[in-house]
């Protein structure tokens, strides 16, 4: 197995766009105990209420808007681009995931900065035609970022299990549920992936030279299927065994707003979210596992334990 490099000690200036999101959020505080600088570009700084905020440079803008970028990111060494244009609604989401990496790496090229690490999703590049608008929006940002001038390296990741995902909470709400609808979406494969490995992979990425202008799928060490995922929350919250209901097929878009309202998360998302469960969200290519293995070896079952301590739920 090819081993990540090791930390060199350097310390360098970065730039987060998507800071108020689950994984920036996670993310930054993480890149300060390393010891870096970090600059948060962000749309409403009212919206950065975290403990570590103080520790950080605050600048507003959007990402999409070069100019911003330019000047948030002048004399950062590198960035993280991990923010998304769900925004509301899915109408037009391609185009605005497009038009926001554009805008980001045209900003990006000005500031000389010497690498982007991009957090996109696991999609199968055989099947672009027939994947959830979510993964194909994903996977045009990336193609947009890998334009521009600057390294890119784009990190693929399915459902990340960690307290305070949108994903896990919806697993969450669903092994609450007294009924569990069997669907053929919900024998669809998924690979989750621990939050404190994706922060390390995201970390190690950083500072690996050889991980410039790269796509690595990511993702954890079992690959269970959406249903069984659900049934494994269920029995670490203790809920008890729901009513299975068979159903022959029921898209996502029918169950997305209750699913929202009993997981307290935004309907859109949950409908791009679900949306996306109707494929296959594996790795397909194995150099992200070959090259970062030892950083993802959380097993699924722990790390919805690990998701549970930082949020425990019952089964309510």
Do not use: K, N
């Not at 209901?245 to 169950?255: A, I």
């Not at 998360?265 to 992200?288: A, I, K």
């Amino acid at each position: 197995m090819t081993q990540p490099p090791q930390d060199s000690g350097a310390r360098m200036d970065l730039l987060v766009t998507g800071a108020t999101g689950f994984v920036g959020a996670a993310l930054v505080p993480a890149l300060l105990d390393d010891g870096h600088r970090v600059r948060c570009l962000v749309r409403d700084p009212d919206r950065l209420d975290v403990p570590w905020r103080d520790r950080v440079e605050v600048l507003q803008g959007r990402a999409e808007d070069r100019q911003a970028v330019w000047r948030a990111g002048d004399g950062c060494d590198a960035a993280f681009y991990l923010v998304h244009g769900m925004e509301e609604r899915l109408r037009g989401l391609v185009e605005r995931e497009r038009a926001m990496a554009a805008g980001f790496a045209a900003g990006a090229e000005e500031t000389g900065m010497r690498r982007i690490v991009y957090l996109g999703g696991l999609v199968d590049e055989d099947r672009l035609a027939r994947v959830s608008d979510h993964l194909y929006a994903r996977q045009q940002a990336g193609e947009e970022l890998r334009a521009g001038r600057v390294p890119v390296t784009e990190l693929r990741a399915g459902i990340v299990l960690g307290a305070g995902s949108a994903s896990f909470e919806l697993l969450v709400a669903a092994a609450r549920a007294p009924i569990a609808l069997e669907t053929p979406w919900s024998g669809a494969r998924v690979q989750p992936v621990a939050l404190d490995d994706l922060l390390a992979v995201l970390r190690a990425a950083l500072t690996d030279p050889a991980a410039a202008h790269e796509v690595l799928d990511i993702g954890g060490p079992d690959v269970v299927a959406y249903g069984e995922l659900v049934d494994l929350v269920r029995h670490e919250i203790g809920a008890p065994d729901p009513r299975r209901l068979r159903v022959p097929y029921l898209p996502p878009e029918v169950t997305a707003v209750a699913a929202a309202v009993r997981a307290g998360v935004d309907p859109v998302l949950t409908l791009g979210l679900l949306q996306s469960v109707e494929e296959d969200t594996v790795v397909r290519d194995p150099r992200g596992r070959e090259r970062y293995g030892d950083l993802l070896g959380t097993p699924v079952r722990q790390a919805i334990r690990d998701a549970l301590a930082v949020a425990p739920t019952g089964p309510g």
